[in-house]
């Protein structure tokens, strides 16, 4: 069975801090893996990955993926007020379907 | 604003009661995908369309829940006879043919049904 799984559930911080989240999956015919954030409604677009040891930045995010020991994480460093959310990892494969991971919970305090 | 649209944002239902959710795509998208998300969940994807043809559909939950999309354009969700398990928010996504890495989703329908 294809499944996504995310850790930690969640993560309170301080503001200035670095985190780090981590995804793994198993699934048949993978094409990409994709982190969104999620604050109160849609989950938003962060990254796509395709390819095994290339870093996606944008800002104080960043993220690789391993498609050897499958897993990717997401970096994001200096936290502020305004990271707090819930981070979601998809992972799409044949057939057109993402597959999500239960998110996880940060939480950022001033 | 050109992004996907839902409506209605929420609704509140009694068990029993058949309830039915629309997302508008952006426009120049073919497909348009529709998933489910519960409290501390991630969105379970549930059906898919390329223009009017559901290419997906063996993940809807129970036949209870049916989808259509008859012009290629919106598409509608259905709930029959909804139950209280029904409760989550239900998301819908769009993106061009070759592009199902790249989904922009909607601000979704929140169901209670009480």
């Known amino acids: 069975e294809d499944k996504v799984v995310q850790s930690p559930l969640s993560l309170v911080v301080h503001e200035g801090d670095t985190v780090t989240l981590n995804c793994s999956y198993e699934?048949?015919?993978?094409?990409?893996l994709l982190w969104y954030k999620q604050e109160k409604k849609a989950p938003t677009f962060l990254f796509m990955l395709t390819s095994s040891g290339i870093e996606k930045k944008s800002g104080r995010l960043s993220s690789i993926l391993d498609k050897k020991e499958l897993f990717s994480i997401l970096n994001i460093t200096a936290t502020q007020t305004g990271d707090s959310a819930i981070y979601l990892c998809?992972?799409?494969?044949?057939?057109?379907?993402?597959?999500f991971g239960g998110g996880t919970r940060l939480m950022v305090k001033p | 604003d050109t992004g996907v649209s839902q409506n209605p944002r929420h609704k509140i239902t009694k068990r029993g009661q058949n309830v039915t959710f629309r997302c508008d795509p952006i426009s120049e998208h073919n497909r348009l995908y529709w998933y489910r998300q519960t409290l501390g969940q991630g969105p379970e994807f549930l059906t898919y369309f390329q223009n009017e043809a559901q290419l997906e559909k063996s993940r809807l939950l129970s036949d209870r829940f049916s989808a259509e999309r008859p012009k290629g354009s919106f598409s509608t969700l259905e709930i029959q006879r909804t139950e209280q398990g029904d409760s989550a928010m239900y998301l819908c996504a769009s993106s061009l043919w070759d592009s199902a890495d790249t989904q922009y989703f909607g601000p979704g329908t929140r169901l209670t049904v009480l």
């Open positions: 699934v048949t015919n993978f094409r990409s």
């Open positions: 998809a992972v799409l494969y044949a057939g057109n379907m993402l597959t």
